[in-house]
């Protein structure tokens, strides 16, 4: 695959300079405080998750990161620069969640990975060689270049998803916001986006994955955030990703369930926890005590004696 060329990004600062919120507040002109003094820092190549219940903020972040919002207090910090000088370089890309894209608008899967290279392009958006080489590569890493000369209204959930993650790829963006990317996608799509993810993230790209997919999180991303107007808890998974936390950033939405596991090998107890289809699984190691993190596909879902216990 030849790699897309791009203009070197100026404020790149360290090696682990990746985003960096700082006391941000963001509120809109209708009065609405949407985020208060939110922090947090991502380091490059790795995957973050951002959770949080329906209305807790996550878009507005999303925005804020792409410059579409103003923060006032605080600051956002992407690869060491600005929000502003991070736009200008085209360092950070969005992939929608699909209710917010209008379907019925009549282009072509190719024309809309041609999109992220318009940062790239002069003002007559003539594509070069090198865009057309981007987008030609950006859909193979998706696997949609079959379907290049297809409406986008015509594909799949799962397909239409791939192709916005292409568009991202085409635009070379070191920065990839994913806006509930697993929703309305069936799990073979949602392994195949996953791993993409991975590759995306092993090339030192940051990734920052909004979902509501609880059981996937400790699968696939390093870090999570845990917003609820402002941040909860953030880190790595593992420390994220407890009981409490979750309890606290869910609160009566959570459903909870403790299995009785005695009868399953290694396992002491199972906790399931839902915020959506795909719940998170903790199970505590017999041996060593230490809570453990799955997704539904974990052996003891479903499988044990419910012991009647939910919070
Ligand atoms: N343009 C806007 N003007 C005023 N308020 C807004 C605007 N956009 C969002 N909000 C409000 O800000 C809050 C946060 O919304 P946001 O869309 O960021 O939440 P979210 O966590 O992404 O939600 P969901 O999980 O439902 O997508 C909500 O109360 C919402 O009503």
Known sequence: MNAPTRRAYPHSGGMGAGLAVSGATVTYRNGHTALRDVSF?????TITALVGVNGSGKSTLFKAVMGFVPVSPGSISVLGGSVTQALKSNVVAYVPQ?????????????????????????????????DREAVDAALDRVGMTAFRKRQIGELSGGQ????????????????????????GVDVTTEEAIIALL?????EGRVILVSTHNLGSVPEFCDRAV????TVLAAG??????????LEKAFGGVLRHFVFDASRHAGAASVDVISDDERPLVIYADKASGEAQHGSAQAPAAGSERHD???S
């Open 198 to 202: 991975r590759g995306l993230r092993d």
């Open 236 to 245: 790595l998974t593992e420390d994220v990703f407890t009981q409490a936390n």
């Open 226 to 229: 845990l917003l609820n107007r």
């Open 41 to 45: 820092a991502i380091p490059r190549g």
């Open 98 to 130: 699909s209710e917010d894209v209008d379907w019925n608008f009549p282009v072509l899967v190719e024309d809309v990975v041609m999109m992220g290279r318009y940062g790239h392009m002069n003002l007559l958006r003539l594509p070069r060689r090198q």
């Open 308 to 310: 009647g216990s939910a």
């Open 160 to 183: 239409k998803k791939r192709v916005f993650l292409a568009r991202a790829l085409a635009q070379d963006a070191r920065i990839i916001l994913l806006d509930e990317p697993f929703t």
